[in-house]
Structures are given as C-alpha cells and as structure tokens.
C-alpha cells in the first residue's frame, strides 16, 4: 500500500439506507406536511445522515437501499422474508423523496437489483478494506456484524454508539467470524430464516463459545453434552436432525463479498450537494429546521455564531410603541446604536403614492418595535402623531453616521422623501446582499427568511387577505399588523447578520456589493423620483392610427382565411392555418398541438402571408396595449410625469429591469418604437441627452477573449461587422455588401448569445451546413474567441459559476445536469453572462460616476432621469446639453478600463427618439 497517497485512502462510509428507512420510520412520532404528505421517516433518515457526516467529514459516503424485486436468497429459500409484513403505504410514499434528497445532497446513491444492500455493502467493504481502507459501516442490523475486521467498523447513529473486534465480542460474546454461525443457529424471525429449532441466543451462544462454527459442532457432536448450558444433553439430535436447515440458514445469514457491482469510481464520488434543488425539496416537505441549517452546510463560509443566529426563539421580544415616553426612550436606543434595521408600512406599493401607516426598527436580534401613525379602521385606538414621530426620527435617518439597515431600502428611501426625509447612511440591504451572493435565488424577505434562517415569516396576505378584497395596511387591526411589522424589522436584522457572515470572506463579491449596488440604491430612487415627461397627446394620436391599422390587418386576415376568426386565439389560428390551408407543422405544443409560437409563425412568415400578417397584428397590439394606451394611465397627477420602479435584484446578469412601465422592452428600431420615443419629452426649457455605449458586449468580449484580431478591429476604430465580415468571407471591408455585413452582425452577437449554427441558420435563413461554414471561418480568423468560449465552458463545468470583470458571480446550477437541453442551456449562459454581466457593471459604476459629477457640478442644471439597456438619458437645461455631453462620456468611458476603448455615444434632442 506504500504507492497509495492519504487521499486515496480516505475512509468510506457505507449507510445502509434500507435500515435507516426502517428505524426512522418506527422509532419517530409520524410527520406529515400541510397537504398530508408523511414526512417523519425522511426526516429521521436526513437527521441520521447528517450526524454521520458530521461524525466523518472528510469521508467518503456511498449510501445504499435494497432495490426492487427478488434476490438470490428467494431461490434458495422461498419463504425467506415470507413472514415481513407489506410495506406501509405510509413509508413506502417517503421513498421517492428521500432518495431525491440524498442525491441533491450530492451522495451517492445505490440500489442494485438482484441482490440486498447488505451484499453491497459487505463487497464494498471487503474490497475496500483489502485496499487498506477504513471502512465504517453504519447501521442498526446485526447481521452486520459479521463484517468487521481489522479494518471493519460498525456505527450506530442512533445510539451513538462504534462497534470494532472487540467490541462484537463484548456484545455477541463471539468474534465477527462466528456471527454467521450464531444467526444459522438461532435463526432469524424477521427474515424468517428458519434455524434450529430450541436454539435460542444463549444456547447458540454456549455452542459457539464451548466447541466453534457450524463446521466444528457438526465434526464434534458428541462433544456437546458435556457442556454446561441447559438441554445440552439432548442438543446433538436436535443438531442432527435439523442440518440441513442449519446449513441453508448459514448460506441465507451470509452477506456475499464478490457481487458483481458493475460500477466506476465516479459512481461512488460524493457530488457538491445542489442547493437549489434542496432548497424546493425542503420546501415542499416542510422542514423548516433543514432548510435553516440548509446554507450553512452547504457553504463552509458560514460560522457557528450565524447558526446560533437562526436558533433565535420564536418567542421573540416585539413591541407596539403607542406611548410618548416608550417612543422616545426607543429614539434614544436607536441614536446611541452604530446602526439599526428599519421598515416603513404604507398604503400603497407606488413609492410616488403611499402614505407612512407605521414604522418599525430593531436594534437586537429577537427584539422589535412597531410604532403605528395612521391605522384608520373603525376602533383603531388612539397612536402617536404621525408629523411628530417623523420629526424625531428625520435626524436620525438623515444622519450618515448611523448605519440603516433594511430590505429594499430604495422603496422606503422614495416613500420618506415624500415627507422632506432624505434618508442617509445606507449599511446594508437585505435584498442586494442575498442577490451578490446568488443572483438566480429569490431576494423576497418571505423566501430569504424561510431559506437562511428557517424561519416562516407571517406573510402579507395572511393579515390582508387576497384580491379585490385585500386591505391596506391602515385598514388591519394593530393585533395583527403590529407582530407582522416588527417582525420585518427583526427579519431584516438577522437576515443581515447571517448575509454579511457569508459575505465577510468573499472580497470580490463585497466590493460589487458596496462599491456598485449600495450606492446605486439613492441614485435610482432619485432616478425614479425625477421621472419623465410625456407627450399625451401624441401618444393617443399614435395609439389611434395603429388602432386603424390593427383593423385593417384584421380584416385582411378574414380575407385570406376566408371567415372572421380571433386573431389572439392560438386554437382559431391553429385550425386555419393548419387544417384549412395546409400550411405545414414545424413544431407542436406539449400537448401535442401544431404550436402557433411567435418563433414558428416568424419563419412561417417567410412564405406564407397569413403568418407574416398575424405577426404585425400581433406586434402592434402589444406595442399598443402595454405603450400608447397603458402609458398616459401611468401619469403622476401631482408631478405629471411617469415614474418607472427600478429592479435591483431580478436580472441573473445583474442587469437592471423596470415596470410600470417597461423601459427596457420598447422597440428601439422599428418605426412603431421610434414614435414612442418621441412621446418621451423634455419639460419646456430643457433638452434631453441620451448616451449609449457602443457595441459594449463585444469590446467586453474582444477585453475577455484576449483576440488579437478584434482588440486590433476595435483599437483601430473600424466598423467591428465590417471587420467582420470581411475576415469571414475573405474580402477587402470596402467590398463587403450590406447584406455581409448584416450576415456578420447576426454571427458576432449570435455567438456571444452561444448561438448554434442552427440558430444561425434559422436566424440567417440559410442551410445549416452553410451557417455552420460561417461560424468555422469566424472561429479561424479569431481563435481567441473559441478559446475564451471552450475555456469558459469548463471553468463553468469546475466551479459552477462564471464571474464579470467586476467579481460579480453568476451561478449557473444546471451546468452539470443530464438533461443535455438544460445543460447546453447553460454553457450558452456560461458564455454569453460575462459579457452580459461586465456590461450591466459598466453601466451601473457609469450611473454612479455621473451622479458624483453632477452632485459636484450643480451649475449644470441636469438630472438623470431613465436608464435602459447601455444607455444613460438626461434633462437638461437648454443651452447646457453641450457642457454635459463633454462631462459625462469621459466618465463613461471611464467607468471600466478594458483592452479596447470603451465608445460612448451621446446626442440632445426635443424627445427621446431625436436624443438616441
């Protein structure tokens, strides 16, 4: 063994899941979820395996469950188990799930048909103890027993209690080599192995001690009276007469060691436990416990002092503040404190809208208050006055010095501006820390609550009801908004404790998270706030003429299929493309349906009418619904303009994304788009300034890939698509055609999109073997492309994430799943959310850059007003749109320092659309 390094000898540990199911199952009160699922012996299971694990951390696990079906021993014996009654449906129910949760643990799992877990188990640890190995084989079963050896040892989770040599022979009063011996004699009423009939545990006991194995008592009969335990005389008839019984129960009691397992070493290689996929299975089977300690577990960064954190009692300290002298007494706490977790509760999710109905705060963990101003419902009792509680607490949320801690502290931010409070001192948001550290996670305080602290929040519509019918806050009895209230203050702060533990040893992911997410939260609250102006008047004007030419489309699409129909009916469609016209399927729904996806109906539009005019029907009723109807409804009476809400913690690249409206989805090069635009306007003595990076993505991806080519396409100001395609299809660039160079924009954004030649084709509409010609010459003209893609693709595969230029991390969970869809799905992502994501870090230390130029520089009479995609819009004093324009594309272009220069691209105009 001299050639074996330690790690080869790592010890391995063999969990006979079959008996854990089984003691679980009886020795555990019965559990069962809210929708009646039992749960008790998965419970049991996972708390067993955890405490193992623990017990063993540097192991190897395998664990293993007897499959379906007979064995060899049925052959040998029919009755063999013929006595063990039928599962319970009640635990038969539990398996399918517990096996899904020991996978997501990444363990690995066997069940092999043919032959017991025992036999697996007993070939596993006879192999590897010849090896050398440590082997700990945990289990309650007896029959066990007769593995251990020298390098053979038996646990019992449950009683905590590790059987080695000499510690069978202290129980069994035998050696490991005579268990089997011992169960032949006595037999073995659970599995029915028959045995010898009289010979109970004390007799097998004195057979084995006073004369050996099965062998030796059959070689020695006449030996046998002369021991002492009672009926020895009479014993060596009952031995004679029932051998052949005693020899099929030694075959039946004994555990093989050669089973042919048929696996590789990756089948017996413990995998990283998926996250996600706990977290949904602990969700759905209610164990709240688990999903607490769920994080911790997984990720080594976090500390037992976040554990004592989420063992806070549930019995928590809360209070409602309806008195003068308890108010201030709290004022003076928080003002003493470094910092404090803070909440407001209002009327209204429309941050330019709400009105304060209460405030709360925490300073320690486990202890709230919550101080209601403006509960109206009939009875409410008497409350502070809401001007003087924010009156006294302005100094302290104005105060930089004392840090706020909060969950979505944006909103709040809007709403106490509303009342001549700028609130300052920003320490921590909840929501941004949970979204640097797992950006595909969900950042809601309900979600965040249940996943790192295992706690479940008391939920809005729990106090509020649902729908139409649902109250706002002022509306609930302070019986049930008080706890609910302070609750959210005392969430927020644990939260926070338990998120910045985690973060506390990731440099990279605090510097996203303080140096571009912190303090872009005021700047987009005051972005909000600004809002923007809109043409009402030319909005109407438009939403009628596409009304016109809705109608229009819709009588001519009678006329082509020959009857009315619905245009928005996918079945109506349906039928009349594909039954009455015969127009061909190139794909059916999950159902089974011919799919009438805007996907299909675009390339069915290529040669075929119908499509192609269902396709403008269907673009401009959108355009019209969600733009030139929906967007005078969202006009702010008090300010006239319309005021989007900003999205933080959505995107998985870290991008930015808006409602109410969506900035980020209007068109920005079809005609229809471009009018829209023009609706967004400058106030009367004022311009607008838009700047844009240019083709932002590829510099990023010429910077990542390192190519020589692009860096010099780009270092030398050329037309990148031109470049492009003159390096695809071999020409001078000022020979190329629009339509090349249209060809080489769809490959250079396709394949930093991880389009495939497929994709291309469709996209192209050209053969697949011509697109794929096009994608290969791109590759030999920029190696370090495909480079920079094979190389990502694999660190992907290694860490399970990617990250930006800035640190940000991007996890990408399916990177390794089986499923070929989902794992294709993402290595595309892989690619593509570097780029994706440097950009939206660009953009964001971009906005936070101009902010600081503008705070610094207020003789420019300029606000930043809206953010979409690459791009930065202004208002502007007439007059002055030249003096911003020189001020903020240096701090633009600034705002990253990559191998190719970063181009902004800045213009004024009466709108939005003359501006871009």
Request: aromatic residues 6%; proline residues 5%.
């Amino acid at each position: 063994m001299s050639d074996q390094s330690a790690q080869d000898l790592t010890p391995l540990v063999l969990v006979d899941g079959s008996s854990y199911l089984y003691r679980a199952f009886h020795a555990l009160p019965p559990l069962t979820t809210s929708k009646g699922q039992p749960t008790g012996a998965i419970k049991g299971v996972l708390n067993m395996l955890d405490s193992l694990l623990r017990q063993y951390p540097d192991s190897t696990p395998v664990v293993v469950f007897d499959a379906k079906g007979p064995t060899f021993r049925d052959e040998l014996f029919a009755d063999y188990k013929a006595q063990r009654p039928p599962m319970p449906d009640d635990l038969r129910s539990q398996i399918e799930p517990l096996h899904a949760c020991i996978k997501a643990l990444g363990l690995p799992l066997l069940c092999i048909e043919g032959v017991e877990a025992d036999d697996v188990i007993g070939t596993l640890a006879h192999q590897y103890a010849a090896k050398g190995h440590e082997v700990v084989i945990s289990t309650g079963d007896k029959d066990m027993a007769q593995l251990v050896g020298p390098n053979v040892t038996l646990v019992n989770t449950m009683t905590n209690t590790v059987m080695d040599i000499e510690g069978v022979k202290e129980k069994f009063g035998i050696g490991p080599e005579l268990i089997i011996d011992y169960l032949a004699l006595m037999g073995d009423k659970v599995d029915n192995i028959p045995g010898v009939p009289g010979v109970g545990e004390k007799t097998a006991k004195a057979l084995l001690q006073g004369i050996g194995g099965l062998d030796a008592l059959y070689q020695r009969l006449d030996d046998i009276p002369a021991l002492t335990f009672r009926g020895a005389k009479t014993m060596p008839k009952k031995l004679q007469d029932n051998e052949e019984q005693a020899r099929l129960s030694y075959r039946l009691a004994t555990i093989k060691l050669d089973c042919e397992l048929d696996l590789t070493e990756g089948d017996l290689q413990r995998q990283a436990p998926d996250q996600a996929a706990l977290q949904t299975l602990y969700t759905e089977l209610e164990f709240q416990t688990l999903l607490r300690h769920l994080l911790n577990e997984v990720d080594a960064t976090a500390s037992d002092d976040q554990a004592a954190i989420a063992e806070v009692a549930t019995e928590a300290n809360y209070q409602v503040v309806t008195d003068r002298v308890e108010f201030e007494a709290w004022v003076e706490r928080l003002r003493q404190a470094p910092a404090f977790a803070f909440d407001t509760e209002t009327t209204s999710l429309n941050y330019m809208e709400a009105e304060i109905v209460g405030v709360s705060f925490a300073v320690e963990v486990g202890e709230a208050a919550y101080v209601p101003v403006a509960h109206d419902y009939p009875g409410a009792p008497d409350q502070l006055d809401r001007d003087d509680v924010l009156a006294a607490l302005k100094p302290l949320l104005e105060d930089p010095k004392i840090g706020k801690i909060g969950q979505n502290l944006k909103y709040d931010m809007s709403v106490l501006a509303l009342y001549d409070i700028h609130l300052q001192g920003i320490a921590a948001d909840t929501m941004l820390e949970s979204y640097v550290l797992d950006s595909t996670a969900r950042h809601d305080m309900d979600s965040m609550s249940l996943k790192h602290l295992g706690h479940k929040t008391v939920s809005f519509e729990e106090i509020a009801g649902k729908g139409v019918k649902q109250l706002t806050f002022n509306q609930i009895a302070l019986e049930q908004a008080a706890p609910y209230a302070a609750e959210d203050a005392d969430i927020t702060l644990r939260l926070h404790e338990t998120l910045s533990a985690r973060l506390k040893d990731e440099a990279q992911l605090t510097q996203v998270l303080s140096e571009l997410e912190l303090p872009l939260v005021s700047i987009l609250s005051g972005i909000e706030r600004n809002g923007v102006k809109l043409d009402i008047e030319h909005l109407k004007a438009h939403s009628d003429e596409m009304a016109t030419r809705i109608h229009e489309l819709e009588q001519q699409a009678y006329e082509m299929a020959g009857r009315p129909f619905n245009l928005g009916s996918p079945k109506q469609l349906g039928q009349i493309l594909y039954e009455e016209q015969g127009v061909p399927v190139l794909k059916k729904t999950p159902k089974g349906a011919p799919s009438t996806a805007e996907a299909v109906l675009e390339e069915l539009a290529l040669d075929y009418p119908l499509p192609k005019l269902i396709m403008e029907h269907r673009g401009l009723s959108k355009l019209k619904n969600t733009y030139t109807d929906k967007l005078p409804q969202l006009v702010n009476s008090d300010t006239g303009r319309v005021h989007t809400s900003y999205h933080q913690a959505v995107t998985a690249t870290g991008r930015l994304s808006s409602s109410d409206p969506n900035l980020q989805n209007i068109p920005i090069r079809s005609e229809h788009g471009r009018r829209i635009r023009q609706a967004f306007i400058a106030e009367p003595g004022y311009v607008l300034v838009a700047a844009d990076y240019s083709q932002v993505e590829l510099r990023i991806m010429a910077h990542l890939s390192g190519d020589k080519g692009l860096l010099k396409a780009f270092a030398e100001g050329e037309d990148i698509h031109r470049a492009t395609a003159a390096e695809v299809f071999g020409l001078d660039p000022e020979h190329v055609s629009a339509d090349q160079r249209r060809s080489a924009k769809a490959i250079n954004f396709g394949l930093i999109y991880g389009m495939s030649a497929w994709g291309l084709s469709k996209q192209l509409h050209l053969e697949r073997a011509q697109a794929q010609l096009y994608i290969d010459r791109y590759f030999d003209r920029y190696p370090g492309v495909k480079r920079y893609m094979e190389n990502t693709r694999e660190q992907a595969r290694e860490q399970g994430y990617v990250e930006t230029l800035m640190g940000r991390r991007l996890r990408l969970p399916e990177i390794k799943s089986r499923n070929p869809a989902q794992r294709q799905g993402a290595e595309r992502t892989a690619i593509n959310a570097p780029m994706q994501g440097t950009a939206a870090d660009i953009i964001k230390a971009a906005m936070i850059g101009v902010d600081h130029h503008l705070r610094q520089h207020p003789e420019l009479k300029a606000r930043m007003i809206m953010q979409v995609h690459d791009e930065l819009v202004f208002e502007v004093a007439e007059g002055q749109a030249e003096s911003l324009i020189e001020a903020i594309v240096p701090v633009m272009s600034g705002a990253a320092s990559l191998d190719v220069p970063l181009e902004v691209e800045a213009r004024q105009g009466r709108n939005w659309d003359e501006a871009h």
